[in-house]
């Protein structure tokens, strides 16, 4: 490695602890309505930056729920029925989940673009939805609860739990905020990019488009994973409405109201939707929708290509 991507890399990082640990701080001064809200954000924003790694590929996938619920489910299995709640192996589980079903389907669709791609992602997703639904065994369409986690050992108490799991949540969409940034800038970030523009000549330069869209959806699919157990979690409760297509839908929104040129506007965008989702529901209750639509509609107006964006115009 050269010494600039070395610079660049440790600043990356630096970066990473120092947002990590002041968001740790932060915490501790918010309420536990805030704090549930942050985490939830914060798995959201994970699930919504592995479509971002798409989009730079060219590709929007509107089935993330697939890989979100499956991360939920082996997670949530594991510790209502195996009783195993410490939540780094539950994470770990929900990332091989992710990944293990994005490295088989990938190859499947990695051919297929625009609408048809954003189609075949969606109706695998529902089709998990509807087996689910049918699975009694496993709660069917009412899901199960999950118990609260454990850290290394350590069983929090219930004033302890929620910035126990916030900490967590923190920590984890940091680093995968800095190893996507660090990925971005890759030579096989920048190849993604590559094909975004124009997929023809990458294939004349020896590259292949195929195994780039292969790679992009599998990484979306860990992150996709690892959302699903911190969201899971976070609710006490999973069910497989978080395979079905509306909430799909939601990691959508997210991703392109962040755009694709900062990874840190990706779960600034999701707060901002989180937030957005609270207040329009508890104060219109009939048509927070409507409020969370024109919020995306005012964003696309002003900041087209964005919240990241935006960063480039301070510049």
């Excluded at 780039?212 to 969201?231: D, W």
Aim: charged share 10%; net charge neutral; glycine share 12%.
């Amino acid at each position: 490695m050269s010494a600039s991507p070395l610079r660049a890399a440790l600043l990356t990082a630096l970066m990473a602890v120092i947002a990590a640990v002041a968001l740790i701080l932060l915490g501790l001064a918010l309420p536990a309505w805030l704090l549930f809200t942050m985490t939830k954000a914060g798995a959201y924003g994970l699930v919504a930056l592995g479509i971002v790694h798409l989009m730079r590929g060219g590709l929007v996938s509107f089935g993330q729920g697939l890989v979100y619920c499956l991360g939920a489910y082996g997670a949530g299995l594991l510790a209502a029925r195996g009783g195993v709640t410490d939540i780094f192996v539950l994470l770990a589980v929900g990332a091989v989940a992710g990944m293990v079903i994005s490295g088989i389907v990938a190859p499947l669709i990695a051919r297929y673009r625009g609408i048809f791609f954003a189609m075949l992602t969606m109706a695998l997703s529902m089709v998990l939805y509807g087996v689910l639904a049918k699975l009694t065994a496993i709660g069917g369409s009412d899901g199960f609860n999950v118990p609260e986690p454990t850290y290394l050992g350590w069983a929090p108490d219930v004033a302890q739990s929620d910035y126990a799991l916030y900490v967590v949540a923190v920590v984890v969409a940091v680093t995968a905020a800095g190893l996507s940034r660090l990925h971005f800038d890759s030579m096989a970030g920048l190849l993604a990019q590559a094909v975004r523009e124009n997929e023809l000549r990458v294939e004349y330069l020896g590259a292949s488009v195929f195994w780039v869209t292969v790679r992009n959806f599998t990484i979306a699919g860990a992150l996709g994973g690892i959302g699903g157990v911190l969201n899971g979690f976070a609710l006490g409760h999973i069910d497989p409405f978080f395979s079905y297509w509306t909430t799909s839908g939601e990691f959508v929104f997210i991703a392109i109201l962040a755009g694709h040129a900062s990874v840190g506007a990706v779960f600034l965008a999701a707060l901002a939707t989180e937030l957005v989702r609270s207040f329009a529901n508890q104060y219109f209750p009939e048509s927070w929708q409507l409020f969370l639509g024109a919020f995306l509609l005012l964003v696309m107006l002003f900041l087209p290509n964005g919240i990241g964006s935006l960063w480039s115009r301070l510049g």
